[in-house]
């Protein structure tokens, strides 16, 4: 990929033969497959490259493509810090910060803590009935049809009913969560997005106020009776902790799900193994979430530092991209050939002290929506002639029509 910018925009301490643009910018779509188009050929340049238009505006980042790299990054909070990560709170011109996400250790321990006993494997064993009774309800919706808008009518608003459900919120509003989600997180206007965080904000103010003479159990309740050094949450802190959740909880099984009943739509070996033995369901969620790992994050340079030979100044933001890493030849053979039973251990629901605090959540929504899907409509694939489209920054596809012969059930 050959640099589009001049010289003048690029920092002194960059060096010019490592900058080269991402084709992954946040918010556009392609309708080319990034993972097998473009992931090999960036494997095949340097291990850390700086991308000017690699964060949201667009404006520059570092871009590290190696597993092993990343994980250090992960690790060292000390000098690559989540601070400020999020841009939401500057477009609207307010200063929370997304808690526990965007800040470090060891105040990133306190906030953890107040959700933690919402998110144990006891607790979402708890919702086991719920999530399997809303799965069945979508795909039963469609199943007779013998054909569906996967994203629209199953992949969306599941995950969403679940998260409303945590936050005490009327599962009946899904549509219009779905609506926002979309402004924040798929957007590449920034104008829209600002008015989505502005949409958002709001609403989760009102609902913080609702609750604040008598906090529910909930997760609002949970950070509405929280403490921090022996004082109650303050409005910022409220408001970061409730837009943090709000962002976690909408999109990232969402994405997760589109992407594999994608792969199984177009891969009928892997469906008919999955059907034939749904035990190996949960290992093949791992190895989907490598091959199509979606997310980006950001961490920003808390002073001047050399990482693996490259000069990085105070100031300067690092993509963490699991789209990159999760297939790095040098982390894993064959990285863009999906074998079912790898186990790999990957890093789609991040590594170290900001892992994902929903990743029993996710896991569980994963397993029960590929069970349902596949025990209750018949082979399915992607509708002839349909060319798929998907978000870049959470990569996604757009939409995805599946057919299926209805009569063979």
């Known amino acids: 990929m050959a640099t589009l910018f001049a010289a003048g925009d690029i920092p002194s301490h960059v060096p010019l033969e490592l900058v080269r643009p991402t084709p992954f910018i946040f918010g556009e779509t392609t309708t080319a497959d990034p993972y097998n188009d473009w992931v090999p050929a960036i494997h095949e340049g340097p291990p850390i490259f700086y991308a000017p238009n690699a964060y949201p505006g667009p404006s520059p980042a570092w871009i590290v493509r190696r597993m092993a790299d990343l994980r250090e990054i992960y690790m060292d909070t000390d000098t690559f810090s989540s601070k400020d990560s999020s841009p939401y709170a500057k477009l609207i011109g307010e200063t929370w910060t997304n808690l526990p996400v965007d800040i470090d250790p060891p105040a990133h321990r306190m906030y953890r803590s107040f959700a933690n006993p919402f998110f144990t494997p006891a607790a979402m064993a708890k919702l086991e009935g719920k999530i399997r009774q809303y799965a069945i309800e979508y795909v039963e919706a469609f199943r007779a049809k013998g054909e569906c808008e996967f994203m629209g009518e199953f992949a969306f608003e599941f995950p969403i009913k679940v998260f409303l459900e945590l936050m005490g919120l009327p599962v009946e509003r899904a549509p219009e969560f779905l609506e926002w ?10 104008a829209k997005m600002t008015a989505a965080t502005r949409i958002v904000v709001d609403f989760l103010r009102s609902e913080i106020d609702k609750r604040r003479d008598n906090p529910p159990d909930d997760l609002f309740g949970c950070a509405l009776r929280g403490q ?13 902790f409730a837009f943090n959740l709000f962002i976690g909880g909408l999109d990232t099984v969402s994405t997760n799900t589109g992407l594999q009943v994608l792969h199984l739509a177009e891969n009928l070996d892997h469906q008919r193994i999955l059907r034939a033995d749904p035990g190996r369901i949960p290992r093949a969620i791992e190895e989907l979430m490598r091959a199509y790992a ?8 808390t002073r001047d530092t050399v990482f693996r030979g490259i000069q990085m100044m105070a100031g300067d933001k690092v993509a963490m991209m699991t789209t990159l890493v999760a297939r790095d030849p040098d982390e894993f053979s064959n990285p863009g050939e999906v074998q079912l039973d790898r186990n790999p251990r990957h890093v789609s629901f991040g590594f170290g002290v900001h892992s994902c605090i929903g990743v029993h959540l996710a ?13 209750r409509v018949p082979e399915f694939r992607v509708k002839p002639g349909h060319t798929i489209r998907r978000w870049l920054g959470m990569i996604a596809p757009v939409e995805l029509p599946l057919v299926w012969n209805a009569d063979s059930r």
């Not at 989600?181 to 920034?190: M, Q, R, W």
């Open 294 to 301: 979606p997310v980006t994050t950001f961490r920003t340079c």
């Open 363 to 375: 896991r569980r929504e994963l397993k029960i929506a590929l069970e349902e899907l596949l025990a």
């Open 228 to 240: 921090v050094d022996g004082r109650p949450l303050n409005d910022d802190e409220l408001v970061g």
């Open 181 to 190: 989600e979309t402004g924040l997180l798929h957007e590449p206007d920034i």
